[in-house]
């Protein structure tokens, strides 16, 4: 039975990796998501996991390691955020390459300079094209909710790949909220047992891992990373559907809020989506036409699906917490406006907003206002500032 | 969304703001509310002054914004007063609890109220002579259920008597259990 519990983020994700019992965690904290290292710790120590706990001495030693474990044949996960995750760089696109299936909770966070402990999504847009699976989330519940079915996902044999589960840092990750947790012999039964089909202490069929692979071959093992992705999403929706069964809660490629017949649409990654749920409330009481997407499946770009639910609209604000520096706005703007070429009928008109960098907090009223210039679009025709920063002192 | 209560609690680091709302957090969850406790992050010095937060609904709650208009506001150091803005964004009907010795008509006048409610109490003195230390955070806990009526003094105390057992040895326990029913009948409110 789902029992309700007033829980911060990062105590869900170190229940949900207790309950998954991994065989292999190596980590190294890191501020914001030290914590859950440190309370799945303390199951480790406490026996309630059968883990080996491997500490290490930095991130890339942590991805490394959680690498060779997976390599080896283990279920085997880490967690991190912001330098930390930086500090994995090389070591994401060998986990992806080499098609292992680690998922690794990162708590969002920015990166430096400025030294900034709180929560954009610098670290993980920066690691979109690492070839890892990047599935977002706006709360803790669905934190929990994502990073149990992303085992699933990863360990799915049309997949085999990592996956990153990510969470809002300080804003999800410490605050306090409520969230429904399963029982741990449900979440045993739905993850199952790993059962590799080829890995390193298999001694009967002895396999290479990490092989030199120059210009003969290595295209073909790249174009299959990209066939790998191209499975993902009818798993993403396969494990959902299963995960439904399990828990009563809904989870598809993305989180259409009030959309269907909506005129004006903001497209939103993470707990400012809760944020921005109210405000579209509050707007549709007054009789405005208003409706939010919310990204959850990332990496790989579910672009046509998403395409689809914002073609007719008669304006789109793409919400970005994280610079891409091209000067044509945030990393999910970019894609949105590129899924949104071939849509068919007329072309939406979209801006993008960048907010929340380094933890700026984003509230109600500038939701409303992007609603505001949404209309204004719409009704002049006009787009007079593609790119917005939102809540920034000029 | 149906009816919001926030809560912004006012201290010093190392006086307990932030395990004040998520212990109040914690209890009215166990009543079967929605909660949200949060602190705001900043540099974590003691002494420093400090902002925590809770949000309280019959429905879950999607907002992460930080609280803008609280309806309650618990200061837990009364020398924070003139220095942080204690009254920012509080609607004309707010809700004061001020740890000081100070009467309520006299903390009324300090922070120039009209409306709203001022309610006080020596919180440090109660854990001065409660749990030996001073600490304000738990009585000021005890103010708060009496004067919000969010849970009864019974529900609050056995949900805080759990929580606080598998953290500290019965004795202190039972001092801060007694810091919150002394809290309970102490409080004052004007006439």
Known sequence: MSKRVAITGNEALAEAMRQINPDVVAAYPITPATEIVQIFADSVSNGRVDTEFVTVESEHSAMSATIGASAAGARAMTA????????????????????????APIVNRAL???????????????????????????????AYDNLIQAIRISEHPDV????????????????????????????????????PEHYLLDVENPITVGALDFADWYFEHRRQLADAHSKVQDVVLQVAKEFKEISGREYKLFDAYRLDDAEYAIVVINSAAGTAKTVVDELREKGLKVGLLKIRLFRPFPHKEIAEALSGKKAVA???????????????YIDLRAAMYDSPGSRVPMVNYIYGLGGRDVNLEQIAGVYDDLMEIAKTGKITQPVTYLGVRE | MAELLEIRWHGRGGQGAKTAAILMGEAVSASGKYIQAFPEYGPERMGAPVLAFNRISDEPIRLHCQVANPAIVVVLDATLIGKADVTAGVPEDGLYIINTNLSPSEMREQLGL?????????????????????????????ALIRTSGLLTID?????????????????????????????????????
């Not at chain 1, 690691?127 to 990047?134: F, H, K, L, P």
């Not at chain 2, 409306?115 to 806990?141: C, F, H």
């Not at chain 2, 529900?155 to 001092?175: C, H, M, Q, S, Y």
Request: hydrophobic fraction near 40%; charge should be negative; include cysteine.
């Open chain 2, 155 to 191: 529900e609050f105390i056995a949900n805080t008597r759990d929580r606080l057992e598998a953290k500290f040895r019965p004795d202190i326990v039972e001092k801060n259990i007694q810091a919150i029913e002394r809290a309970y009948q102490e409080v004052q409110g004007e006439e």
């Open chain 1, 80 to 103: 991190t955020s912001s330098q930390g995750l930086a500090l994995m760089w090389e070591m994401l696109y060998i986990a992806a390459g080499l098609r292992l299936p680690i998922v």
């Open chain 1, 318 to 332: 793409v919400l970005d917490r994280a610079d891409s520096l091209s000067l044509m706005g945030g990393p999910l």
């Open chain 1, 112 to 142: 430096s300079a400025p030294i900034n402990i709180h929560c954009d999504h610098s670290d993980t847009m920066g690691a979109r094209d690492s070839g890892w699976i990047q599935i977002y989330s706006e709360d803790a519940q669905e």
């Open chain 1, 160 to 195: 085999l790949l990592p996956t990153m589960v990510t969470m809002d840092g300080f804003i999800v990750s410490h605050g306090m909220g409520n969230a429904e947790l399963l029982a741990d012999d449900v979440v045993q039964k739905f993850i199952g047992e790993y059962e």
């Open chain 2, 114 to 142: 009209t409306g709203g409610k001022v309610y006080t109490l020596d919180a440090t003195q109660i854990s001065m002579e409660t749990i030996g230390r001073p600490i304000p955070n738990t009585p000021m806990m005890g």
